[in-house]
Structures are given as C-alpha cells and as structure tokens.
T-cell receptor
Framework: KAGVTQTPRYLIKTRGQQVTLSCSPISGHRSVSWYQQTPGQGLQFLFEYFSETQRNKGNFPGRFSGRQFSNSRSEMNVSTLELGDSALYLC?????????????FGPGTRLTVT | TQLLEQSPQFLSIQEGENLTVYCNSSSVFSSLQWYRQEPGEGPVLLVTVVTGGEVKKLKRLTFQFGDARKDSSLHITAAQPGDTGLYLCAGVNQAGTALIFGKGTTLSVSS
C-alpha cells in the first residue's frame, strides 16, 4: 500500500511569511502526528490529530497550528515565520494511537526560512 | 522532564567492524523503539522492546532493553555501508500521549 506522502518536499520562505504543509496518511490510518526535526533539538513532537480533532499538543508556540480533514489528510500551518523555524517537518500516521502502534513516517518537508 | 540521551553522537567505522550505540535515561519507559533514518527520508521503525532485559535480533542488529527499563542498546555486527544512517531511540512520555526521541547517533560505514 502507498506510504505517507508529504508536499511540498522543499520550501523556501522569508521571515514573517506563513506556510502550509500537507500530509496524506496511509489509507485507513486515522492518527496523524507532526514533528519538527533540527540538528540541535532533534525530533520534537508538535501535535497529533485523530478523527479531525487535535488530540495532543507539544510545547510549541501558537504560531504552529494544524488541522485534519474527514479523509484523514492533515495540514500544518506556521504563521509569522522565524529563522529558527528552518527545519525538516515530518508527519507520521498510525491506525489509532501513535504511542501504542507503529508509526509510519513520511519523507518530510524541508523548510528554509531566510 | 523525560530525556533520552544517545551516545555516541557520531560514529565513523569501516565495513566489517562491530559497534554499539546507547540510549539512556533517568526515567523509566514502558517501552523503547529504535528507528533508522536515511538522508532525505523519514525514520523507519526497526524494533520495539517492551520487557526489561529483553533482547531482540534483526539480522545483524541486536537490541537490548535494560533490566530497569531506563536504557537500551543497539549492537551491529559486521557493519555494512547499507547500515549508514541516523539511529534514533524513542519512548512514550509519562502522559502516554506522544513519543520522546533522543537526538540520535549518526553512523557512517565506509567500504
């Protein structure tokens, strides 16, 4: 079956702009989690969506938001971009709970803020 | 705050050598997972260890969960260039709501 897909794969934005990233989970998976990966901080949990509801949230500012659609596809939005938001943004899908079952990661979106 | 410390941070070895990478914490985890991430890709789950003292083998990779469930190790026998990548350990946070990741060990195996 098809894996997790993320679009776009690469993105360059200017400080102050906003950006929307998209994630399509594996068919049948209802949980989508988002992570930020940087060399300094590693992989950090942003939030998790399940059945169109944000179920859990990490310790990131309100500039980071997301949503999930009825087909389980998810989008992540970052407003008022800062240089420190440059990172690889990964989404992962799982059947129900990301902590109880295997998560499948997408290839990520590489965001560069200049 | 639950933290997972991985060591070493970087490892560069020749094909055929053995190596061990470590994942340590002062907190108890109900389970630990190991992932491998290759450049340009997302992490791929290798194994989940659940029971203290558990040992799991995946071909040339041997994973061990500490008796107290605070640490884990990954041993690779006769490393190959295909083993090159970032190795990450992850555990469920105390609230049971998300995975906490270590910062990873970057392994480079040259032929």
């Amino acid at each position: 079956k098809a894996g997790v897909t993320q679009t776009p794969r690469y993105l360059i934005k200017t400080r102050g702009q906003q950006v929307t990233l998209s994630c399509s989970p594996i068919s049948g998976h209802r949980s989508v989690s988002w992570y930020q990966q940087t060399p300094g901080q590693g992989l950090q949990f942003l939030f998790e969506y399940f059945s169109e509801t944000q179920r859990n949230k990490g310790n990131f500012p309100g500039r980071f938001s997301g949503r999930q659609f009825s087909n389980s596809r998810s989008e992540m939005n970052v407003s008022t971009l800062e240089l420190g938001d440059s990172a690889l943004y990964l989404c992962a899908s799982s059947l129900d709970r990301p902590t109880g079952r295997e998560q499948y990661f997408g290839p990520g979106t590489r965001l560069t803020v200049t | 705050t639950q933290l997972l410390e991985q060591s070493p941070q970087f490892l560069s070895i020749q094909e055929g050598e053995n190596l061990t990478v470590y994942c340590n914490s002062s907190s108890v985890f109900s389970s630990l997972q190991w992932y491998r991430q290759e450049p340009g890709e997302g992490p791929v789950l290798l194994v989940t260890v659940v029971t203290g003292g558990e040992v799991k083998k995946l071909k040339r990779l041997t994973f061990q969960f500490g008796d107290a469930r605070k640490d884990s190790s990954l041993h690779i026998t006769a490393a190959q260039p295909g083993d090159t990548g970032l190795y990450l350990c992850a555990g469920v946070n105390q609230a049971g709501t998300a995975l906490i990741f270590g910062k990873g060990t970057t392994l480079s195996v040259s032929s």
